[in-house]
């Protein structure tokens, strides 16, 4: 089972903290590329994997999507997701993605945001959403970029005047254990080769890989991002079921 972190009180309230958490979609920098990816979402039937709040679930009903099923393995994430969803299309159930189990061909849509690196067995969850969409459908999901996954402690260091992010042991794979609004955080490594050749032996086809980066207008409003130049925070990946 996977760990259950944002159940914990002090990381839920950090989390909860958090521009994205407060803001919504809006509040997400990657946001603006990811909406790009995505398909018309008009009658389309979507799986959230990782809900959370349910932003994004909210966001595919105001889109005219037929129906959304929102999974997160946190009851303090549903129990939100629920208070502040009025939309008859959406609904939450708990889930946990190392487990997970869907009906086949049931969705024309799956979507994930930021939840995939919290998870074990990534080849078993892919082959589990290719399964549950029909052919000719869409899977858009980001992840934290190997890159930033595999930083060394110190995570960066002043260096002549530029910030250096040290990567350390980056083609090591498997389980990390980090502190991030609280000790002990579990994520799995996988360099991005493995993300995309578990994608294409899964069946599913490539559309657009993206390492995100702010825009010139992000960096102008934000020039504290800049040091996002210096590694991709996010991996974006837009895929296909033929």
Not at 21 to 35: F, K, P, Q
Not at 156 to 170: H, L, M, N, R
Not at 194 to 205: S, V
Not at 235 to 241: D, E, M, P, S, T
């Amino acid at each position: 089972m996977a760990q259950n972190i944002y159940d914990q009180p002090a990381f839920f309230e950090g989390y909860s903290n958090l521009p994205r958490s407060l803001y919504g979609l809006a509040g997400a920098a990657e946001w603006d590329s990811v909406r790009a990816m995505l398909p018309d979402l008009a009658g389309k039937r979507i799986v959230d994997l990782g809900c959370g709040f349910g932003w994004f679930a909210r966001h595919a009903a105001g889109e005219g999507a037929q129906s959304v099923l929102g999974l997160d393995l946190s009851q303090n994430m549903i129990a939100r997701a629920r208070a502040e969803t009025t939309s008859p299309v959406v609904r939450y159930e708990i889930a946990d993605l190392d487990r997970l189990d869907l009906p086949a061909q049931a969705f024309d849509l799956a979507y994930s945001s930021l939840a995939f690196h919290y998870t074990a067995d990534f080849e078993r969850l892919v082959r589990t959403i290719h399964a549950a969409l029909v052919p000719g459908s869409d899977f858009v999901f980001t992840i934290e970029h190997p890159i930033f996954m595999a930083p060394s402690a110190p995570d960066w260091a002043e260096v002549g005047g530029k910030t250096i992010w040290p990567v350390d042991g980056y083609l090591v794979e498997g389980q990390r254990t980090t502190d991030w609004l609280a000790e002990g955080v579990v994520k799995y490594h996988r360099t991005l080769g493995t993300t995309l050749n578990a994608l294409i032996a899964a069946g599913f086809t490539l559309r657009h890989v993206e390492e995100w980066r702010p825009s010139a207008a992000q960096l102008a409003e934000h020039p504290e991002w800049r040091v996002e130049l210096n590694r991709p925070m996010f991996l974006l990946i837009a895929c296909g079921r033929p």
